[in-house]
């Protein structure tokens, strides 16, 4: 058969960011995911496989009807996330419009929440729920054979008479160690980069799978933690090397969650005297000193960190389980050991009061990362703090539900993510959100020491490029939290 992954475009994707020209211009990212799944069937079928990832190509619907009438493939597998669902429908849409004879079958974290909401969407013939490499393969042999679809685990998908039918996970699957390498030369793996380095291209890489933690806004909590070796690891990240790969992003929803297995891949990586810089999410409760240092000699140029909010009282909120404390103590260890730091804060958060979003600000100056991002709190299907706002009343109704129900009809009607107003109005938010976001980068100390840190020419240029994005971002309130603050 022949297989064709689609990343597809991001036209329509929601956002609950203050600017999204900051964000369409911040990076770009290889649709890791599905070379996991190409990957796997280029290694265990005779299928022939190919991705098309029309966001970093910058595809137009007319270029990718193109492709798709040229390359005649029998199956399509797109990403879906909840965010980028309108783009999803509209090019399965697309798909069949080309064939309606050509199988569509999406995966992602959306089909996590919502498969029977999903399977039963105009143009979806299937749906995988969890890691795909095994049920898309097993989903393809029942394609061209017995059509046994209820042997293929977690694959939702309508019989005959269009009943649904939602099969069990499979478990366990295989490990992060069974998998093949995604073949980053699928895809034009050149064109990646990140607004927070200069070195291209960049590519991204998963050392482990799930996190322990149990954040109210985060619907990503896995309890079954699996981690990669450091041989694993540092042989994957020397052929990236190999192909000309400059910098690495560990994808991990935090990347040292085990202090060992952590310590075990930054050593690895000095062992193999790999030298290239990488990054990784973290967290401020568990970074030491030990820890810090080994990943600076292994490579370590940057780290995000989800710090959140300035006070202890919203940050237990949050049940995020640091402390404003243990903030200030591990950015101050990574600029004494040289790393550069991504913050991360919520604006309009429950409980959260003018004075607590001053404190925020406060505190994000205080820590002084290199850069730093403001979002405003926004209630996520799957999560406690949704599920807070349906019993409260702050959530009039189940608006997530019935947008994976009819993504394009609700979009057509208007439909944007709500925000959280328990304290302030969406336009209050929104402000408040561009106030700090200006109130920490239009600081003469921080543009003095971004300029003093420019490394080269094309850095100079990123630098200039980012801070008029963020100004066209945040220009258009720019008078409005004078009402508030």
């Excluded at 991504?342 to 004075?355: D, K, S």
Aim: charged content about 25%; hydrophobic content about 40%.
């Amino acid at each position: 058969m022949r297989v064709l992954f689609i990343n597809p475009p991001a036209f329509n994707e929601l956002t609950t960011q203050i600017g999204k020209k900051i964000t369409d211009n911040s990076s770009f990212q290889p649709p890791l995911g599905l070379l996991y799944i190409a990957s796997y069937l280029r290694e265990h079928s005779d299928h022939e496989v190919r991705v098309i990832d029309s966001q970093v190509d910058r595809l137009s619907h007319d270029q990718l009807e193109t492709e798709i009438s040229q390359w005649k493939p029998d199956i399509v597998g797109l990403t879906a996330m909840t965010l980028t669902m309108v783009d999803v429908m509209l090019m399965a849409q697309l798909v069949k419009k080309v064939n309606p004879e050509i199988v569509v079958c999406l995966g992602g974290p959306h089909l996590v929440i919502y498969p029977e909401e999903t399977i039963r969407l105009k143009a979806v013939d299937f749906a995988i729920r969890g890691d795909g490499e095994v049920p898309f393969s097993l989903l393809l042999r029942e394609l061209g054979g017995e059509r046994q679809f209820d042997r293929v685990p977690g694959l939702a998908y309508q019989d005959k008479d269009r009943g649904v039918h939602i099969n069990p996970p499979m478990s366990p699957g295989p490990g992060l160690e069974d998998l093949p390498f995604p073949d980053r030369t699928m895809v034009p793996y050149q064109k990646y980069y990140s607004i927070m380095t200069a070195n291209r291209p960049v590519g991204t890489m998963i050392t482990a799978k799930g996190c322990p933690y149990s954040c109210i806004f985060c619907g990503e909590q896995t309890r079954h933690l699996v981690w990669r070796s450091g041989a694993s690891v540092s042989r994957e990240m020397e052929l990236c090397k190999q192909l000309g790969i400059q910098e690495m992003f560990f994808v991990d929803d935090t990347f040292y969650v085990k202090k060992q297995a952590a310590l075990e891949i930054a050593q690895a990586l000095i062992d193999r005297r790999i030298g290239m810089p990488w990054g990784a999410r973290a967290r401020v409760n568990n970074l030491d000193r030990e820890m810090l240092e080994k990943f600076k000699e292994s490579g370590c140029r940057r780290l995000h960190i989800g710090v959140e909010a300035g006070t202890n009282k919203v940050l237990e909120t949050l049940k995020k389980k640091i402390t404003v404390e243990q903030a200030r103590r591990a950015f101050k260890l990574c600029r004494e050991v040289g790393i550069d730091t991504m913050a991360y804060f919520i604006i309009g958060n429950p409980g959260e009061t003018l004075e607590d979003v001053k404190a925020t600000l406060a505190l994000a100056c205080e820590l002084e990362p290199t850069m730093v991002q403001f979002s405003r709190m926004t209630p996520m299907p799957a999560t406690e703090l949704y599920a807070m706002g349906l019993k409260s009343g702050i959530l009039p109704h189940d608006y997530w539900k019935e947008f994976a129900q009819d993504p394009l009809g609700r979009v057509t009607k208007g439909f944007r993510p709500m925000l959280w107003t328990e304290n302030f109005t969406e336009d209050e938010l929104s402000s408040l959100a561009d106030f700090v976001t200006r109130g920490f980068y239009f600081r003469p100390r921080y543009i003095l020491r971004s300029v003093m840190h420019v490394r080269s020419l094309h850095d100079a240029k990123r630098k200039v490029r980012a801070a008029l994005d963020l100004f066209k971002g945040t220009l258009s309130s720019r008078k409005k939290p004078q009402k508030l603050i």
